[in-house]
Structures are given as C-alpha cells and as structure tokens.
C-alpha cells in the first residue's frame, strides 16, 4: 500500500486536498484504491459530482499505466461517509454506472448522488463492508 497525495484543481478557485491509496498483489497488479477527502466534500451537488468524476479519471489513469487485477475495488471517503466503486478491467464495466447529469448547463439538483456515500464506515453495515471488500482483495493478493 503507498499513500499518495494530490493537490487537484478543478478550474475554480479553491484548492482541494486530497489523500489516497493504491493498494498492490506482489505482481503489483493495481487491486484497490481508497481516496479520502473530508466531510464537507458531501455537502453539494458539486462537490459529489467532482469526487465522482476524480476517482473514475484516478481509474482511468491507472488503468492506461498499470497492470490491474481483473477486479478492481475503488473506495472513496467523504468523511467516514463511503462509496464502493469496483471495475471489472476484462470488460471495462464500472459499478455504479457514471450518473446522468443531463445539461451541464443546468443547476444539479439538491439531491444529486446524494444516496452514493450512504454507508457510514464507523456503522456495523459500514463496517461489514469493508471487512468483505478487504477478504476479497485478500483473496485476489494471494492469487498472484
């Protein structure tokens, strides 16, 4: 596991600090990525949206310069508030589906992604998440 850090500008003029992770198998086959970014971050329709965006563009730059298990779990952390992402590189398919924003134009609405980061990593459900995303990539490092 190497933590990285970034700092991302998005074309306005706030500076978003953010922290992650790329966790490899001793191929150095890419099998999870965690990227924290504080609470505050789930807040705004925008800021959901960008967290979104910037953790499909991290899997996109990984997978055009790394060599990537054939599933490949994403976890992005607003706070203790997380969203699972997992991409299957044989086919190219992620979970969840990019959302349809419609007219970029148009105000996001209140609620946009607002149900994405809906488990809680401190919760039980949070919890027992994490412990199933973990056995698995366990399982897939140990498949080398």
Do not use: C
């Amino acid at each position: 596991m190497a933590p990285q850090t970034s700092v991302v500008g998005l074309g306005d003029d706030r500076v978003d600090f953010v922290v992650w992770y790329v966790v490899r198998d001793a191929a150095r086959r890419v099998l999870l990525i965690v990227e924290v970014k504080d609470d505050s971050q789930a807040a705004t329709p925008s800021t959901r949206d960008r967290a979104d965006v910037q953790m499909r563009a991290r899997f996109r730059d990984l997978s055009s310069a790394e060599t990537l298990n054939p599933r490949v779990y994403g976890i992005s952390l607003l706070g203790t508030r997380m969203t699972v992402y997992t991409l299957d590189t044989v086919s190219g398919a992620m979970d969840p589906e990019a959302p349809q924003r419609g007219n970029r134009s148009h105000m996001l609405p209140r609620d946009y992604m607002a149900d994405w980061w809906d488990k809680d990593i401190l919760s039980q459900s949070g919890f027992d998440a994490m412990k199933r995303i973990m056995a698995d990539v366990r399982a897939m490092s140990e498949h080398t």
